[in-house]
């Protein structure tokens, strides 16, 4: 079956960037999708990226995406202390639709 | 503003009394999903329904049941909580269940299990 993987937490200063990384083992996937969550909150989609595709830019994010590794991640530009949150990587496969398969959460702290 | 609206916030309930938690949307979208998220970890599907076509999933505990009674509304029952119920229950829509199709998450509630 589909396995996700994050790492459990990072911390960064504010200003500075982050990278929360991400690892899957199915190669079938489809689209790939980073969400932010708030302390008590629901889940905020930030951005995606399709699979056939190497690099998206979005305003302070970047996703990165190395199909060869089987490797995602989402960079945030110039932190803020307002970015502090639990990231998840999630995405969809083949022949399983829009169903998420989600990592287990990178906690983020932004110290000031 | 259309979104995904879930009723209430926060519950707390006694172990073993039945408890309704409620999903609304107003963006008219065809499938409704709810994911049970326990504390620090990811949120994990339960059912979710495309239109009026019930899906369980396999791992799904027969203690959760879900109602549709129409396209806006949602809900969710559990018939006998135990302590290990107690988690943020997410409820979710997407206009269909086809790849790209967005989900969209509504604040979630959180339920407590005395």
């Known amino acids: 079956g589909e396995d996700v993987e994050q790492s459990l937490f990072l911390s960064v200063r504010e200003g500075d960037s982050s990278v929360i990384n991400c690892t899957y083992t199915?190669?079938?996937?489809?689209?790939l999708y980073w969400y932010k969550q708030e302390p008590g909150a629901g889940l905020q989609l930030l951005t995606y990226?399709?699979?056939?595709?190497d690099m998206k830019q979005d305003q302070r994010l970047t996703v990165l995406l190395n199909k060869k590794d089987k490797h995602l991640s989402l960079r945030i530009a110039d932190t803020q202390t307002g970015d502090s949150a639990i990231y998840f990587c999630?995405?969809?496969?083949?022949?399983?639709?829009?169903?998420?398969?989600f990592g287990g959460g990178t906690r983020l702290m932004v110290k000031p | 503003d259309a979104m995904v609206i879930q009723n209430p916030r926060y519950q707390v309930t006694q172990f073993g009394k039945p408890v309704t938690l409620s999903c609304s949307q107003t963006l008219n979208h065809n499938v409704m999903y709810w994911y049970q998220q326990k504390s620090s970890q990811a949120p994990k599907l339960l059912f979710h329904y495309y239109d009026k076509d019930f899906n369980n999933e396999a791992d799904t505990p027969d203690n959760f049941q879900s109602r549709r009674p129409n396209t806006s509304f949602c809900f969710l029952d559990i018939r006998s909580p135990g302590l290990g119920d107690a988690a943020m229950y997410l409820c979710?829509?997407?206009?269909?269940?086809?790849?790209?199709?967005?989900?969209?998450f509504g604040p979630g509630t959180r339920l407590t299990v005395l």
């Open positions: 979710a829509t997407s206009r269909d269940k086809g790849a790209g199709n967005e989900q969209f």
């Open positions: 990226i399709f699979s056939n595709m």
């Open positions: 199915d190669s079938s996937s489809t689209y």
């Open positions: 999630a995405e969809t496969f083949n022949n399983a639709g829009n169903m998420l398969t």
